[in-house]
């Protein structure tokens, strides 16, 4: 079993969000109108910011759909 801890520094994104960390693994799911984005990162290189990464991604679909 993984244990999954919420993140501290997670920026506030969309209209609702679920974060959680596993291990080396990231998972975010931002929910925005009646979008939603799932992402997981698993081994991001040391000098990502694992959450920064994650958030960036999810504005850029955001601002795609848009």
Do not use: N
């Not at 209209?15 to 698993?42: C, H, K, R, S």
């Amino acid at each position: 079993m993984a244990d999954a801890t919420a993140p501290p520094d997670i920026p506030k994104l969309g209209d609702d969000q679920y974060a959680f960390t596993a291990g080396p693994g990231a998972f975010l799911g931002v929910v925005e109108g009646d979008a939603y984005v799932e992402i997981t990162g698993v081994f991001l290189p040391e000098t990502l910011a694992r959450w920064q990464v994650e958030s960036d991604v999810a504005r850029a679909t955001f601002a795609a759909q848009h």
